[in-house]
């Protein structure tokens, strides 16, 4: 990092983009056809109650299971990435560049608020900052030819 600076990056993984970097597809429960309904003494609205009860209680226990897998799963994983993370950002260390007429620009600032009543009197900071900025993005654009 440039000397003097206190910049500090970092990377913050979701489980979302983890899941879409991996490919990882969400589970989505098959399709089951309920089977035909048995004629039995009971009302229908009964009937079908205790077989949704039942699908509910088997789809709720799977979820349990595969949820437990994937958060043991996800813990791991994302330990790794975050390790990974840190070895780029240190591999691939830069330091930020200076911005271009930084006390032009604060010139600027203080004089429009010092006279918010009469801007005209910073004119010459302006011109000066203008001037800066001209030269700074002239300079730029022969750097990178």
Not at 55 to 65: D, F, G, I, W, Y
Not at 108 to 131: F, H, I, K, M
């Amino acid at each position: 990092m440039a000397n003097g600076s206190n910049a500090v990056y970092t990377i913050t993984f979701t489980t979302g983009l983890i899941e879409k970097l991996a490919g990882v597809r969400r589970l989505t429960p098959p399709q089951t056809h309920a089977p035909e309904p048995r004629p039995l003494m009971m009302h229908p609205e009964i009937l079908a109650l205790k077989q949704k009860d039942a699908q509910l209680a088997k789809a709720l226990t799977s979820s349990k299971r595969v949820g437990h897998l994937l958060v043991k799963a996800e813990e791991e994983e994302s330990l790794k990435i975050q390790q990974l993370g840190q070895e780029l950002l240190q591999q691939y260390r830069f330091d930020p560049r200076p911005v271009p007429c930084q006390q032009e620009r604060d010139a600027c600032v203080e004089c429009y608020s010092g006279n918010t009543q009469s801007p005209w009197r910073c004119e010459a900071l302006v011109d000066a900052y203008s001037q800066c900025a001209s030269q700074a993005f002239s300079g730029l654009g022969s750097k990178q030819r």
